[in-house]
């Protein structure tokens, strides 16, 4: 695991050179906000992180149900049973299995690992705009029809989960990169994917942090050139 920091937030990436799978550790007054919890054996790696920062684990909020970014959620409530777990209303239903499209949305099957055994449910539903402590919920729908981004409020580091990839270029959810396809292979819907990117482009973030890739510093242009390049 490489432990990468900036400001209040903290990169935990696993499979660093191979396939990188982050997750975020947020500091706030009270303790840490997790967000995403990667794959089972993310665990240790989280709860070793959290304890070298020296502050507890109050809050798991997940940008989207996709089996890479909720693997150890179970293991990680059993360890904090007092944790409260936040997730969109929307892909509340994908956290449990349920894979079906929406009548109000475009009618294209939901691609990507769709978790089938977590047992967890989410104590809170986020709607656009909602507040979790220093964080900015912000909808950005179109890797999954819930997907989610975080603003932290003070540094305006943005937290995309995987609206944006940067392993193999900076990318779009959807846009195919040949050094690191797989965001794109389970991008739901490109053309709701392409107007969240924007959405979050024009947040002007300081700090561009995805699910897989590294962060990336002073991102706006490099973020607008990769919408026109979609």
């Not at 507890?56 to 293991?75: E, F, K, M, S, Y």
Request: charged share 20%; hydrophobic share 45%.
């Amino acid at each position: 695991m490489k432990v990468t920091k900036r400001q209040h937030v903290y990169q935990l990436s696993f499979l660093p050179r191979i396939f990188p799978v982050n997750c975020y550790l947020v500091e706030e007054v009270d303790g840490l906000t997790l967000i995403d919890t990667g794959m089972p054996f993310s665990l240790r790696g989280i709860m070793r992180a959290a304890a070298r920062i020296g502050k507890p684990i109050r809050r798991i909020v997940l940008t989207h149900a996709h089996a890479d970014h909720v693997g150890a959620l179970d293991a990680l409530k059993r360890e904090l049973p007092d944790v409260i777990v936040y997730i969109s209303s929307r892909d509340a239903a994908l956290l449990g299995g349920d894979a079906s499209v929406l009548p109000t949305e475009p009618n294209v099957p939901i691609r990507g690992s769709i978790p089938r055994d977590v047992t967890t449910r989410a104590d809170v539903l986020l709607r656009d705009g909602d507040a979790v402590e220093s964080l900015l919920a912000v909808e950005a729908p179109g890797h999954t029809p819930g997907s989610m981004a975080f603003l932290d409020t003070r540094s305006r580091i943005l937290i995309a989960g995987d609206a944006w990839q940067t392993r193999g270029g900076i990318a779009v959810s959807g846009k195919l990169k040949t050094w690191f396809p797989f965001p794109a292979l389970a991008t739901w819907h490109k053309p709701t994917a392409w107007e969240s990117a924007r959405k979050l482009r024009d947040l002007q973030p300081s700090v561009l942090a995805v699910g897989h890739g590294r962060m990336i510093d002073h991102p706006v242009a490099a973020m607008t050139a990769a919408i026109d390049a979609y």
